[in-house]
């Protein structure tokens, strides 16, 4: 799963589409998982580095994490 090639994506965490003009932001740990899909990181990867940088319980990040894919594949942000 990555995110689309033709999405701009800045620091401050504002996310544009080009191909249909849609804009949106995130917050630091968004912007942090994008990062690592940008890295070709898996699932499995994500929730191991984000549990030992926010120092949360796997289980909550895991139902988190895939609340957010949903919401980056109802944007067509992310591709499969």
Do not use: C, H, W, Y
Not at 1 to 28: L, V
Not at 40 to 49: A, F, L, N, R, T
Not at 51 to 63: G, H, I, M, P, R
Request: glycine share 6%.
């Amino acid at each position: 799963m990555q995110i689309n090639k033709n999405i701009a994506i800045s620091e401050s965490g504002f996310i544009f589409n080009p191909s249909n003009g849609d804009s949106f932001s995130t917050n630091q740990v968004g912007l942090e998982i994008i990062r690592l899909l940008k890295d070709d990181k898996g699932k499995s990867e994500i929730v191991s580095e984000l549990v030992n940088k926010f120092q949360t319980d796997s289980a909550t990040l895991e139902k988190d994490l895939g609340d957010f894919f949903l919401m980056l594949r109802n944007f067509q942000l992310l591709n499969e």
